[in-house]
């Protein structure tokens, strides 16, 4: 399959693209940058046209944001935010859709949720109720995309919760300035909250690319795997740091609303789960 890729350089499209290769698709990457291996590179960015011509595939996991910040990465610019993010990620659906690309995968958010009564279980039939910029983007556009759906345009959106994984060039990692935070005495919060693996959310991309057509009804599948509290990531930090631990309390995790993932696994997805988190640590410290 020949299959475009944007997002290629960051933190979920790293992953996605080693993974799209390793299956044997024939990958392009839209960018501003070309990756550090294995695939074709077209200039591309969200405020351009872009070129889809001769690709069978689309996966969007390219977002413009604030460094660091998906809530509230709109900083000090949210027209900018929603003009560059919803109006050239639609740009994009529709010039896939007249290149003939015949299926979309969407990577979008649990955002789009909103705040719901501590431990409610997020579930894909909810209505979505975004109380943040970001999450309103999101949400916008996996309804643009739903209503580009037909037989020849085939579309999935793929929610997902916070994302953590292995290091990637010129990218800082999700917890750089909490590790930093720890070292210099700032007082830390208590906050727990939902993660998957980058490497996980690249394998439920690759799946929804790959199923048959009847898989992707409905078209939005959570991408979530378990429950992370600070307390505890500080902890293993400062274990494989070998420093003093200085600890928040720790959160409640009852109040953690996770979402479901019961539609991914029933195409046969199951993420790794929290035994991933000591050696990702290990190696987003080494880097």
């Not at 015949?102 to 109720?129: I, K, Q, W």
């Not at 935070?181 to 439920?204: F, N, Q």
């Not at 995790?253 to 195409?267: E, I, K, N, S």
């Given at each position: 399959?020949?299959?475009?890729?944007?997002?290629?350089?960051?933190?979920?499209?790293?992953?996605?693209?080693?993974?799209?290769?390793?299956?044997?698709?024939?990958?392009?990457?839209?960018g501003r940058r070309p990756p550090d291996f294995g695939s074709r590179h077209r200039p591309w960015d969200l405020d351009t046209a872009a070129d889809l011509a001769g690709m069978n595939a689309l996966v969007h996991a390219a977002f413009?944001?604030?460094?660091?910040?998906?809530?509230?990465?709109?900083?000090?610019?949210?027209?900018?935010?929603?003009?560059?993010?919803?109006?050239?990620?639609?740009?994009?659906?529709?010039?896939?859709?007249?290149?003939?690309?015949?299926?979309?995968?969407?990577?979008?958010?649990?955002?789009?949720?909103?705040?719901?009564?501590?431990?409610?279980?997020?579930?894909?039939?909810?209505?979505?109720?975004?109380?943040?910029?970001?999450?309103?983007?999101?949400?916008?556009?996996?309804?643009?995309?739903?209503?580009?759906?037909?037989?020849?345009?085939?579309?999935?959106?793929?929610?997902?919760?916070?994302?953590?994984?292995?290091?990637?060039?010129?990218?800082?990692?999700?917890?750089?300035?909490?590790?930093?935070?720890?070292?210099?005495?700032?007082?830390?919060?208590?906050?727990?909250?939902?993660?998957?693996?980058?490497?996980?959310?690249?394998?439920?991309?690759?799946?929804?690319?790959?199923?048959?057509?009847?898989?992707?009804?409905?078209?939005?599948?959570?991408?979530?795997?378990?429950?992370?509290?600070?307390?505890?990531?500080?902890?293993?930090?400062?274990?494989?740091?070998?420093?003093?631990?200085?600890?928040?309390?720790?959160?409640?995790?009852?109040?953690?609303?996770?979402?479901?993932?019961?539609?991914?696994?029933?195409?046969?997805?199951?993420?790794?789960?929290?035994?991933?988190?000591?050696?990702?640590?290990?190696?987003?410290?080494?880097?």
């Open positions: 399959m020949k299959v475009a890729l944007t997002g290629a350089t960051g933190l979920v499209g790293h992953p996605v693209l080693r993974r799209l290769l390793g299956a044997g698709h024939e990958v392009t990457a839209f413009s944001h604030v460094p660091g910040r998906y809530r509230g990465g709109e900083g000090e610019d949210p027209d900018g935010f929603r003009r560059t993010n919803l109006h050239g990620t639609v740009a994009l659906f529709e010039a896939a859709r007249k290149a003939g690309v015949g299926r979309v995968v969407f990577l979008s958010s649990r955002a789009v949720y909103g705040t719901h009564p501590p431990g409610t279980l997020l579930d894909e039939t909810m209505t979505p109720e975004p109380d943040t910029l970001y999450g309103e983007v999101k949400l916008e556009a996996e309804r643009a995309l739903s209503a580009m759906s037909s037989k020849d345009f085939e579309v999935a959106v793929v929610r997902a919760t916070g994302i953590y994984g292995p290091p990637v060039p010129n990218v800082p990692h999700k917890w750089a300035q909490l590790f930093q935070d720890h070292d210099e005495g700032v007082p830390i919060s208590p906050r727990a909250g939902t993660e998957v693996h980058a490497d996980d959310l690249a394998r439920a991309i690759l799946r929804l690319l790959e199923a048959p057509s009847e898989a992707l009804e409905p078209v939005v599948f959570n991408a979530s795997d378990f429950t992370l509290d600070r307390r505890e990531l500080l902890d293993l930090y400062a274990c494989l740091k070998g420093i003093p631990a200085r600890l928040p309390d720790a959160a409640d995790r009852a109040a953690v609303c996770a979402p479901g993932t019961q539609r991914l696994r029933r195409l046969g997805w199951s993420p790794m789960g929290p035994g991933a988190l000591p050696a990702t640590l290990r190696a987003l410290l080494s880097a």
